[in-house]
């Protein structure tokens, strides 16, 4: 049939002769519905399909801590095919007595003869330097990475800083990936009046609240340098409400692909993203900027945060001499000198998936 429509009730009358439907119809029409001919548009995570503190299908250690981990509440697509899981859902880690450190990877499996999608962990291989597993993608299964999970070599217990996230969004009102920048509310050149200076190993943390999922692919600001410049950068999530940790503490999720360097640092300057992309869900983030060079400062412009959508008097960013680069975490709250009322001219860039972004610091 060259034209059709379904569903239909009924299968006698007009289109409704295409009927009974086949599992493989119906995947069709979920993946042109989210995005085929973009880069996931078979496989994701929905976004807001997960309800209490965390992300939907979110992997966490367990509160008390163990060898478990906790999948969280949540719903995805996988190859077309919709999962769901309405409660949080324990899965025990393997022991590791190899002597070496592995990468185990948590994963959805769609099992095509079983006809079932479930929550599993695969196991990766220990070595040295371990590589998280390969997933199966073909006729027999269709595998999707929630996260990883780095096992230590006689490890008894897991705690959060061992699980890297690796879920990809997918909005719930599809219109394919669309590229991005946070926050929204300037636009590089013209505006840029101000400029704070960033001492050698100094870090400025920049608040950026997320409103949508994210795939990050760089960071770009605009610099003020006439010197030879070098800097790097981290991204931190503040996470609430997690029952292990002081919410000053910020947990790192993403950074630099190394420094990025050179002669002058007078234009907008821009570093990817260690690995590639990574995908974000939405939530508050902290921007670590730090200037790398030995010597020289580093200049950031800035625009008086005026005439924007909310309180400038609101808007703070905090600065300190840190590790050279930042750790896994942050504590917030100690030894940070404040500015308000400035808006560093830096934003995360990439490709939101399937809705309409507004910022709200």
Request: one cysteine or more; glycine letters at 10%; hydrophobic letters at 40%.
């Amino acid at each position: 049939m060259s034209e059709y429509g379904i569903p239909f009730d009924s299968v006698i009358t007009g289109d409704a002769s295409v009927a009974p439907y086949t599992a493989a119809e119906w995947a069709r029409m979920w993946k042109l519905m989210h995005g085929a001919g973009t880069p996931f548009p078979n496989y994701g995570v929905f976004a807001g399909s997960g309800v209490g503190t965390y992300g939907p299908l979110e992997v966490r250690a367990t509160a008390v801590l163990s060898s478990n981990v906790d999948v969280q509440v949540g719903a995805a697509l996988v190859d077309g095919r919709f999962y769901e899981s309405t409660a949080v859902k324990t899965l025990a880690i393997n022991a590791n007595s190899s002597g070496n450190a592995r990468i185990d990877t948590v994963i959805l499996r769609l099992d095509y003869a079983g006809q079932t999608i479930r929550l599993a962990v695969k196991q990766g291989t220990p070595a040295a330097s371990p590589a998280r597993p390969s997933l199966q993608q073909d006729t027999v299964y269709w595998e999707i990475p929630l996260a990883d999970i780095a096992v230590a070599n006689g490890f008894t217990t897991l705690a959060q800083s061992t699980v890297t996230q690796r879920q990809r969004f997918m909005g719930t009102q599809s219109r394919g990936w669309q590229v991005f920048a946070f926050p929204q509310y300037f636009t590089f050149g013209g505006s840029e009046s101000n400029s704070f200076v960033i001492t050698p190993a100094q870090t400025f943390l920049i608040p950026i609240s997320l409103s949508a999922n994210m795939l990050l692919q760089d960071v770009v600001f605009t610099g003020l340098t006439a010197p030879a410049y070098q800097w790097g950068w981290d991204l931190y999530i503040e996470d609430t409400n997690d029952g292990n940790a002081s919410e000053n503490f910020l947990r790192r999720v993403a950074q630099s692909a190394g420094d990025a360097s050179g002669a002058t640092g007078l234009a907008v300057l821009n570093l990817g993203v260690q690995g590639g992309t990574i995908p974000l869900a939405p939530g508050m983030y902290w921007l670590a900027l730090q200037n790398r060079h030995a010597t020289n400062n580093l200049g950031l412009k800035s625009q008086i945060a005026s005439g924007f959508p909310f309180d400038a008097s609101l808007f703070t960013i905090k600065g300190k001499v840190t590790t050279n680069p930042n750790g896994a975490t942050i504590d917030a709250a100690n030894g940070w000198t404040t500015f308000i009322q400035y808006n560093p001219c830096v934003v995360l860039r990439g490709r939101v998936y399937g809705m309409s972004t507004v910022i709200i610091p």
